[in-house]
């Protein structure tokens, strides 16, 4: 049985006036304001020096002072906007800046406020709401920021989009924990044991709440870290505030720039005390960049793993030509890589892409899947689930027939 709402009438709407008004209408208090106690001041002024005693005059000289009143208000307003004036050049570049933090303070407070009541109507409001300091971090690269942000540890060894949505990076991590029961209990199981102390990994790979939980425990199980983003796109910015809220030295952030890209990968190969002995590659970024800025560090490198085809490749090139001179583990080629992150990634990714890049209805449109390997698999069938008509190109005969 459906319920419908019952339709308001005229008595309606002026009920909620009535009570609406009656709401507002807040108690003044019994203190004079500054221009009720000069409107009171005039009138006693005037009266004693024209003596009167009478209620027809006092009626007459109480009518031309309240018309008056619009004329000594813009006299007011005059008077406090050349004070103001004369106030501001007359400010210190010092107390300029402590205004300036505390307008920040407040439209952050007011930001914080918006946050919270967000399942308000209020919370829905423009942007005009929003504070300077995060238009500026909206329109600066962060590597370009000055002074360098600092977290509560007084930290600043990373770069992020804002630290201040750690808190909320923060419960995005302890929720992606309880669907990766396996590493956390290898965490559970070795810390104690410490059994990766001494080892220094550089990671070069998409940053989200999963890839969090990976260096977390990483450093519970007594390595040292430095991550950097393999992907502009891909960076949830929550989570890497969080990161670097607890210290990781994180270097990332959406919709980076190409120098930011590689400026970020720079930034974890090395510092004046710190250099790599492991790399964990998204790629081949890290590696490329390793192999070009810095030929002397190859030899400090115990390993490098690599999970990704293109990464692969560009490995069995480097193999090829004699310039490979440590160590590669080819994670793409495992079981788990091709039989479940291949197949199954796909079909959770490609809806959800195109649904926010198109914004369209996929029922009823054609598709083209380019290849039927276990990543054409995926995207296929997620596709056909959604009504859309696909058509397959393969040059392998086995997929073909598998795709027909």
Not at 7 to 27: A, C, G, I, V, Y
């Amino acid at each position: 049985m459906q319920h419908f709402r019952k339709p308001t009438t005229e008595f309606d709407d002026l009920n909620f006036k009535q009570r609406h008004r009656r709401r507002m209408s807040l108690p003044m208090t019994n203190r004079p304001t500054m221009e009720q106690e000069s409107i009171v001041e005039k009138m006693e002024r005037l009266m004693a020096s024209q003596n009167v005693t009478d209620v027809p005059k006092t009626a007459g000289l109480v009518a031309k002072i309240v018309s008056s009143l619009d004329t000594a208000a813009a006299a007011a307003a005059a008077e406090l906007a050349k004070t103001s004036t004369v106030r501001q050049k007359s400010i210190s570049p010092e107390s300029g800046n402590r205004n300036k933090q505390q307008q920040q303070s407040t439209n952050r407070s007011r930001r914080d406020s918006n946050a919270s009541h967000s399942s308000m109507g209020s919370s829905y409001t423009s942007d005009e709401e929003d504070s300077d300091e995060d238009d500026d971090i909206d329109s600066i690269s962060p590597r370009f920021r000055q002074p360098r942000p600092i977290n509560t540890k007084k930290q600043s060894d990373f770069c992020v989009r804002d630290i201040r949505d750690a808190e909320f990076g923060r419960r995005e991590i302890e929720y992606a924990e309880r669907g990766m029961p396996g590493i956390m209990a290898l965490r559970e199981s070795a810390k104690d044991d410490q059994p990766l102390k001494g080892a220094r990994v550089m990671g070069c790979t998409h940053i989200n709440a999963q890839t969090a939980v990976l260096i977390e425990t990483l450093l519970d199980l007594g390595a040292t870290v430095r991550w950097s983003s393999c992907n502009i796109y891909s960076t949830q910015d929550s989570v890497a505030a969080a990161l670097a809220e607890r210290g990781v030295p994180v270097f990332a952030w959406a919709r980076q720039s190409e120098d930011d890209f590689w400026w970020c990968i720079d930034q974890c190969l090395t510092t004046d005390s710190w250099r790599p002995n492991l790399i964990l590659d998204d790629g081949g970024d890290a590696t490329h960049l390793m192999l070009k800025k810095y030929p002397a560090s190859i030899k400090l490198l115990k390993g490098i793993v690599e999970e990704s085809l293109t990464g692969v490749h560009r490995l069995y090139q480097l193999s090829k030509t004699g310039k490979l001179l440590v160590p590669a583990i080819n994670v793409n080629d495992s079981v788990t890589k091709t039989k479940f992150d291949n197949l199954y990634s796909p079909r959770e990714s490609i809806i959800e892409v195109l649904k926010r890049t198109t914004d369209t209805l996929l029922g009823g449109h054609i598709a083209l899947v380019c290849g039927y390997g276990e990543v054409g698999k995926g995207c296929a069938s997620a596709l056909k689930g959604a009504g859309v008509i696909v058509f397959v190109t393969e040059i392998d005969p086995i997929c073909a027939i598998q795709a027909w």
